[in-house]
């Protein structure tokens, strides 16, 4: 997410290769509550095509099953003294992953001492694994499979931080200008994938990629607008852009829009893809109706 709307000086050119994979027109869209604050930030998929939501400012989990039911599975506590950096929200909830077990994990900022990394289980109260810093913005999660550690990203401290859920050791893992924000929001989404960390810049319209062996980072897209969440539908990139209410894909040929405002989209904040099925929050953060889209890739 973002505050302020994003200058054109971000319109160049994706400069990666990859298939673009456009997506049908058939969706279906799963309407939310305003009123109640289902204001979507993230998604995690479950195995049975469930789809488990961050609400942003309410502290809760919501999980949407395959026929479009929606029900709170947790509630985080929203401190009383809670002042999140620059939204002065008392809480904000960002990430979300699901580890193969069954365990969610979720980014909070509080702007306090409970600012961190929570462990969720549908039935029990949330824990805390790791603490972060409650100066930042705790943003986007990912999983790394093959150790299990999590990546968090900091849209305010040009930082992504590596967490181990068992020991809650928390380390700065990459640091630097291609994090940095310009007037409001750096990283934002993180996945693993491909040998390697990527990090959407949600101010400079970048895809960074950074290897897990530790070598530089370099951007690997640009000129994609106010990106926030993506995803990998095999090795194409699928990302919500946020202020300008668009589904695009990067490839060959560039970046194309695949979903827009006539699709159902309001201000999209993440994506998951399972398979060919492609699945979109919308926030509503800056008026329109928030939601839950889900069509096909081609």
Same mark, same amino acid.
């Given at each position: 997410? /973002?505050i302020?709307?994003?200058g054109a000086?971000?319109?160049a $050119?994706a400069?990666?290769a990859l298939?673009a994979? !456009? $997506?049908?027109?058939?969706?279906r869209?799963?309407?939310l509550d305003l009123a109640?604050g ?5 998604i ?13 400012y309410?502290?809760? @989990?919501?999980?949407v099953s395959?026929g479009?039911?929606?029900?709170v ?6 401190? $009383?003294?809670?002042d999140? !950096?620059?939204? %002065?929200r008392k ?8 580890a193969?077990?069954?365990?969610l &994990?979720?980014?909070?900022s509080?702007?306090t001492?409970a600012?961190?990394?929570?462990r969720?289980?549908?039935? @029990?109260?949330p824990?805390q694994?790791a603490?972060l810093?409650p100066a930042?913005?705790?943003n986007?999660?990912?999983r790394?499979?093959?150790?299990g550690?999590?990546f968090?990203a900091d ?8 967490v181990?859920?068992r020991t809650?050791?928390?380390?700065d893992?990459?640091?630097g200008e291609?994090?940095?924000p310009?007037?409001g929001?750096g ?7 491909d040998?390697?960390v990527?990090?959407?810049?949600l101010?400079r319209g970048?895809l960074v990629?950074?290897p897990l062996?530790?070598?530089p980072?370099r951007?690997? $897209?640009?000129?994609?607008? !106010?990106?926030d969440?993506f ?9 919500a852009?946020?202020?300008d209410?668009?589904v695009?894909?990067t490839g060959?040929?560039?970046? /194309?829009? @695949? ?10 904040t993440?994506?998951?893809v /399972?398979g060919d099925t492609? &699945? ?8 329109g ?6 069509? %096909?890739l081609?």
């Amino acid at each position: 997410m /973002r505050i302020k709307q994003i200058g054109a000086a971000l319109a160049a $050119a994706a400069v990666f290769a990859l298939p673009a994979a !456009p $997506a049908q027109a058939t969706s279906r869209i799963i309407p939310l509550d305003l009123a109640a604050g289902q204001q979507p930030e993230n998604i995690a998929l479950e195995p049975d095509g469930s789809a488990d939501l961050t609400f942003a400012y309410t502290g809760e @989990i919501g999980r949407v099953s395959p026929g479009g039911r929606v029900s709170v599975i947790a509630r985080i506590p929203v401190p $009383a003294d809670g002042d999140v !950096p620059v939204v %002065h929200r008392k809480l904000f909830l960002g990430g979300i992953v699901r580890a193969p077990g069954g365990d969610l &994990y979720v980014a909070v900022s509080t702007g306090t001492a409970a600012t961190g990394l929570y462990r969720v289980r549908p039935g @029990i109260p949330p824990v805390q694994v790791a603490a972060l810093s409650p100066a930042g913005f705790q943003n986007g999660v990912a999983r790394d499979p093959a150790s299990g550690d999590l990546f968090v990203a900091d849209s305010f401290g040009s930082v992504v931080r590596r967490v181990s859920p068992r020991t809650g050791q928390v380390t700065d893992w990459a640091t630097g200008e291609l994090l940095a924000p310009v007037t409001g929001f750096g990283a934002n989404g993180v996945k693993v994938h491909d040998g390697a960390v990527w990090v959407s810049n949600l101010d400079r319209g970048t895809l960074v990629r950074f290897p897990l062996t530790g070598a530089p980072g370099r951007v690997a $897209a640009s000129g994609l607008g !106010p990106v926030d969440d993506f995803a990998f539908h095999g090795d194409t990139v699928v990302a919500a852009v946020n202020q300008d209410n668009r589904v695009v894909t990067t490839g060959r040929d560039g970046t /194309r829009t @695949i979903l827009s405002t006539s699709d159902g989209l309001a201000n999209p904040t993440s994506v998951a893809v /399972r398979g060919d099925t492609l &699945y979109v929050a919308d926030s509503a953060y800056f008026g329109g109706s928030p939601n839950l889209l889900r069509t %096909h890739l081609r």
